[in-house]
């Protein structure tokens, strides 16, 4: 937990040195421009998509004559992204989790885009959902785009289920009777009948706890009051999802528990709740499945939405051209191609019919319960100023909840015992 503790602070240091950092704008450089932006997502499909925007980017401004996608990987993203700007070596244009948007947005680090997408050619800013970009201003302004609005769903091996005696969640839609219950009762059945993996909730690996936020809203819990101020987690909903997920991974089997890990694209899980980028990696899939949106919860039906934002760094020589490379990347038309895997905030493009264009392996109706409707009713995962001292306090407190004889309001009262003070703040 020592281990865990410092490793937060110096996060949240970094991201303290390189917000101080960048304080004052450097001169402009007039020179040939090599321009980086960092990414999670090592996935070939998506590279080659960014590569062919960059290279008509640079084909109309011969002075760019580079611009690299510099993937990181996703468990350490934030931190190694904070580590670069302290360091003096960040990035030209980030891509920015959503639950580290609070801190980039507010800190001065990030340029100002409203003035370069208005005079952006054919931009149409006002086609931006004000919902999609709420999350990523300050005082009006937009520091971020957007580029990801997409909700969580849940992917099916139908295969596995029906192997394994059970009802798909589509039958059960069909019968009003997707619930948690049943969603735990047919991933229960399924792993018993090929000793594979239940339900997983991708990302999460016991680290994560952020994911579990697409448990947890069908209860109504929240991790944190919507003023940032008041400690979620002993409160009631709270206690009766986390109570309800722990009976599943632990006494009904239903999810892998500490220390498994399966991958359910690779065939070795009957359900997984992610988000549709992930489709892609369904291309060549040798089982049948399908995607429907997250199980009924107590409180009834609910979505909840991941979003990923795109800013252009304030410090550096090249803060001009890389808002202006954002402008290139974000213009409707590219919007149009990008959405093919990271649902856009375009009003324009956030029909069934349109997205159905860019995603080939995704029926029209998936993308208007998933996705569509998500957006039109979803919450975003939890997010707060200082989010990386936080999550790392919520992770160390949640540690004691993954054992099987865990108390579970106990350990949930710790978490606000460990994050009160941060709130706070």
């Not at 220390?259 to 997984?272: H, I, L, Q, V």
Request: aromatic share 8%; hydrophobic share 45%; charged share 20%.
């Amino acid at each position: 937990m020592k281990i865990r503790v410092v490793l937060a602070a110096a996060t949240a240091g970094a991201l303290a040195l390189g917000l101080a950092a960048c304080g004052g704008d450097e001169e402009p450089s007039t020179g040939p421009v090599s321009l980086r932006m960092t990414v999670w997502s090592s996935n070939e499909a998506h590279l080659k998509l960014f590569n062919e925007i960059a290279d008509a980017y640079k084909a109309k401004n011969p002075r760019v004559t580079e611009v690299k996608f510099d993937p990181i990987p996703f468990e350490s993203y934030t931190t190694t992204l904070t580590t670069q700007i302290a360091g003096g070596n960040g990035p030209d244009l980030a891509w920015l989790l959503e639950n580290s948007a609070p801190d980039f947005v507010n800190s001065g680090a990030l340029v100002p885009l409203d003035d370069t997408l208005g005079k952006a050619e054919g931009y149409d800013a006002a086609d931006l959902s004000p919902s999609a970009t709420s999350l990523w201003k300050a005082d009006g302004k937009l520091f971020a785009y957007p580029f990801s609005t997409s909700p969580f769903g849940v992917f099916v091996n139908t295969d596995m289920v029906k192997a394994a005696g059970q009802q798909t969640p589509a039958e059960l839609i069909a019968a009003n009777q997707w619930t948690w219950e049943k969603a735990v009762a047919v991933a229960a059945a399924s792993s018993a009948k090929n000793g594979k993996a239940g339900l997983v909730v991708r990302d999460f690996d016991y680290k994560n706890w952020d994911n579990l936020s697409t448990v947890w809203t069908g209860w109504g819990a929240q991790a944190w009051t919507a003023d940032g101020k008041g400690c979620g987690f002993d409160q009631q909903p709270m206690v009766d999802a986390m109570t309800f997920l722990h009976n599943a991974i632990f006494t009904g089997k239903a999810l892998p528990g500490p220390g498994t890990t399966a991958d359910f694209f690779a065939g070795e899980a009957a359900m997984t709740i992610t988000q549709i980028s992930r489709a892609s990696l369904l291309k060549d899939a040798k089982f049948g499945w399908d995607l429907v949106p997250l199980p009924t919860g107590p409180k009834g039906e609910y979505a909840v939405i991941g979003q990923a934002g795109l800013g252009a760094l304030k410090k550096g020589k090249n803060a001009d051209v890389a808002a202006d490379f954002l402008a290139f990347f974000t213009n409707p038309a590219n919007s149009a191609k990008l959405a093919a895997y990271f649902p856009p905030p375009r009003t324009s493009l956030l029909t069934a019919e349109t997205l159905a264009k860019t995603n080939p392996l995704l029926k029209p109706e998936q993308l208007q319960q998933v996705v569509i409707d998500g957006i039109s009713t979803g919450v975003v995962k939890p997010s707060h100023t200082g989010q990386a001292e936080i999550a790392q306090a919520v992770r160390a407190a949640l540690d004691p909840l993954w054992k099987p004889d865990a108390d579970v309001k106990t350990v949930l009262g710790g978490v606000c015992s460990a994050i009160n003070p941060l709130l706070a703040k």
